[in-house]
């Protein structure tokens, strides 16, 4: 199996950066692309960001899109979320998701396999 641990989480203020960061271990030979999902405060977990296999694609949500950026380094098997200019709407606890390998970058939170327990990001204003 495939396990991931999400860390970096914390309590910031409005404009402050964060860089949250998914170790992943096990079998990790099985994880293909891998994504960064959030949920808010009594709302839907939503996506955030994906980014395949090789890391030569990602895509974002409109959100995000220009403040945060995802990152992997395979040799580490970890997965990276940079955030920037970060915004109280921000506020979540962010999950660390895989697909099995071979599958193409997803947006849908179904086609997620693995997931971590996630950790809060709270941004104050």
């Known amino acids: 199996q495939v396990q991931l641990v999400e860390s970096g989480g914390g309590l910031v203020q409005a404009g402050d950066s964060l860089r949250l960061s998914c170790a992943a271990s096990?079998?990790?030979?099985?994880?293909?692309?891998m994504g960064w999902f959030r949920q808010a405060p009594g709302k839907e977990r939503k996506f955030v960001a994906t980014i395949s296999w090789t890391g030569s694609s990602t895509l974002y949500a409109d959100s995000v899109k220009g403040r945060f950026t995802i990152s992997r380094d395979n040799a580490k098997n970890t997965l990276y979320l940079q955030m920037n200019s970060l915004k109280p709407e921000d506020t979540a606890v962010y999950y660390c998701a895989a697909r099995r390998i071979y599958y193409s970058t997803s947006k849908e939170e179904n086609d997620y396999v693995f997931w971590g327990q996630g950790t809060q990001v709270t941004v104050s204003s």
């Open positions: 096990g079998h990790t030979f099985e994880i293909g692309p």
